[in-house]
C-alpha cells in the first residue's frame, strides 16, 4: 500500500514558479513510476508527466518545456517545478504511483493516487 501526500499548490501570477511535492509512503517507491496529473473544472484529469525509477522522464506536449519532474528516492518524495505558468495552467495537481508497466500518460495504469493541490495562476 502506498500512500501518496501532494502540496505546495497556491495562486500565482502568470509569468511565476512553482514547486510541487508529492511525499509517499511505502517502502518500494524507489522502483514505482510515478506521475503528475492535472485537472480543471469541467474537464477531464489531463497527463501532465511522468518519471520512472531511474529518474528518466516524459512530459505532455503542454507542459515539455515549462515543467521539470524530479525524485528523491531517500525521501520518499516527488517533485514538479513549475516555470513560466499561465493561466491555463490552473487545475488541481495530482500525484499518482504505480509498480506496473503501461502507458504511463493514461490515468488508468495508476494504482494510488494523492489528494491533489490546487494551483491557480492569475492572468
Known amino acids: 500500500q502506498v500512500q501518496l501526500v501532494e502540496s505546495g499548490g497556491g495562486l500565482v501570477q502568470a509569468g511565476d514558479s512553482l514547486r510541487l511535492s508529492c511525499a509517499a509512503s511505502?517502502?518500494?517507491?524507489?522502483?514505482?513510476?510515478m506521475a503528475w496529473f492535472r485537472q480543471a473544472p469541467g474537464k477531464e484529469r489531463e497527463f501532465v508527466g511522468y518519471?520512472?525509477?531511474?529518474?528518466?522522464?516524459g512530459y505532455a506536449d503542454s507542459v515539455n518545456g515549462r515543467f521539470t519532474i524530479s525524485r528523491d528516492n531517500a525521501k520518499n518524495t516527488m517533485y514538479l517545478q513549475m516555470k513560466s505558468l499561465k493561466h491555463e495552467d490552473t487545475a488541481l495537481y495530482y500525484c499518482a504511483a504505480t509498480p506496473s508497466g503501461g502507458t504511463y500518460s493514461s490515468p488508468r495504469v495508476y494504482f494510488y493516487w494523492g489528494q491533489g493541490t490546487q494551483v491557480t495562476v492569475s492572468s
Open positions: 518519471i520512472y525509477w531511474s529518474g528518466s522522464t
Open positions: 511505502g517502502r518500494a517507491f524507489s522502483t514505482y513510476v
